[in-house]
């Protein structure tokens, strides 16, 4: 994956990713089985009512009719489903050594990019709740802010506790490098 | 009176609708990278559009489209 949103640094150097995020595959999974039962709705009413949808497929105008009005549901079911995983796939999380990059797809032609810069970090809260997100480890990160936008949160993703620990880290690192960034220019002008 | 072959005409037109923002769906997912499971789904897509869209064309074979939609003889010999 290219990220077209990274940007050049103190010293000229481009930001580098260094936690890459997705929704975990589980929750794609859960919303792939809904479209599925969706997919088969017909063919178990057809099951079900059998006499019926008999009688009316052999009708010379409301069969072709029937028939066509259940070709284009199963069409529109299947667009659902390649839209759900578009919109899971690229609904991203990227921390880099200066940023949190939070990506939210909306629909085809709709792509929001909110960022928070590591020096305005003041808190980085994880959650694991529910049977599912214990056994299939993921969960919530929170993200407290000074900026703009309060609060980042995104769910779903994959060993919150292990990743809130890597964004504290990059965090401390980065909020060391502007401290002694601070020194030094305070050095120089003396 | 309206022949059959009427309702192909919403029919195309929806199914064209589908399969256009499934092609911008895949252009937009492309665009930003695609790796195995991207192919996947892509294909899972194309594959189950294809399928429906010929099973549908399997069953439709033998109808006769120029037959009038709505049959309205069985008035034509009522007496009160």
């Known amino acids: 994956m290219h990220f077209p949103f990274l940007i050049k640094i103190h010293g000229g150097e481009m930001e580098k990713p260094a936690i890459f995020m997705r929704k975990h595959p589980l929750i794609l999974f859960g919303q792939s089985l809904l479209y599925l039962a969706l997919l088969t709705g017909p063919y178990i009413a057809y099951l079900v009512l059998r006499d019926v949808a008999v009688e009316w497929l052999n009708h010379p105008t409301l069969g072709p009719a029937v028939l066509l009005l259940v070709t284009l549901y199963d069409l529109f079911v299947l667009l659902l489903f390649y839209a759900a995983y578009m919109d899971w796939y690229l609904d991203i999380w990227v921390v880099t050594n200066e940023r949190i990059v939070d990506v939210n797809q909306h629909g085809v032609f709709g792509r929001e990019i909110a960022e928070l810069q590591l020096s305005k970090v003041q808190d980085v809260a994880s959650e694991q709740k529910g049977v599912f997100a214990t056994i299939f480890h993921y969960g919530l990160i929170r993200v407290q802010s000074a900026g703009e936008k309060a609060q980042f949160e995104f769910a779903g993703i994959p060993y919150p506790h292990d990743i809130a620990r890597k964004i504290l880290e990059l965090v401390q690192a980065d909020q060391k490098w502007h401290r002694e960034a601070l020194a030094q220019e305070i050095k120089g002008t003396q | ?80």
């Open chain 2, 1 to 80: 009176m309206l022949p059959l072959y009427i309702i192909l005409i919403p029919f195309a037109l929806f199914a064209g609708g589908v399969l256009l923002y499934g092609l911008l769906t895949m252009i937009s997912l492309y665009n930003f990278g695609g790796d195995f499971s991207a192919f996947l789904a892509t294909f899972l897509f194309w594959a189950g559009a294809a399928t429906v869209l010929f099973f549908a064309w399997n069953e439709l074979g033998g109808v006769d489209w120029n037959q009038p939609l709505l049959n309205f003889s069985i008035f034509s010999s009522a007496s009160f």
